[in-house]
Nanobody, 123 residues
Framework: VQLQASGGGLVQAWGSLRLSCAASGRTFSGSTMGWFRQAPGKEREFVAAISWSGGTTYYADSVKGRFTISRDNAKNTVYLQMNSLKPEDTAVYYC?????????????????WGQGTLVTVSS
């Protein structure tokens, strides 16, 4: 599976961005997909995940109510709609494909990663 994240950029606080992650490979539609982020000097952290059907979603407490994850299996694409952005949301955002086991909240459960897209939120 190859993952290509896009949609990052510079936005003012309280603004919005939508990230996309296009996947190639036959396992996309059967896999949980996740978004993680890594700010400078910090560890990679979980942001959101979505089950293969889209019926179950998971969010970090820090983004709950502001971010929405969705997917279009026909387009092999997962999205992250980010609203009410804050300067602390500044990070490189990565999409990833989860393996068959492990928690959706843990990076170690994901086996394929995209290259990341930078989101910068100015105050």
């Amino acid at each position: 599976v190859q993952l290509q994240a896009s949609g990052g950029g510079l936005v003012q606080a309280w603004g919005s961005l939508r990230l996309s992650c296009a996947a190639s490979g036959r396992t996309f539609s059967g896999s949980t997909m996740g978004w993680f982020r890594q700010a400078p000097g910090k560890e990679r952290e979980f942001v959101a995940a979505i089950s293969w059907s889209g019926g179950t979603t998971y969010y970090a407490d820090s983004v709950k109510g502001r971010f929405t994850i969705s997917r279009d299996n026909a387009k092999n694409t997962v999205y992250l709609q980010m609203n009410s952005l804050k300067p602390e949301d500044t990070a490189v955002y990565y999409c990833a494909t989860k393996g068959y086991s492990g928690s959706s909240y843990y990076a170690a459960s994901y086996n394929y990663w995209g290259q990341g897209t930078l989101v910068t939120v100015s105050s």
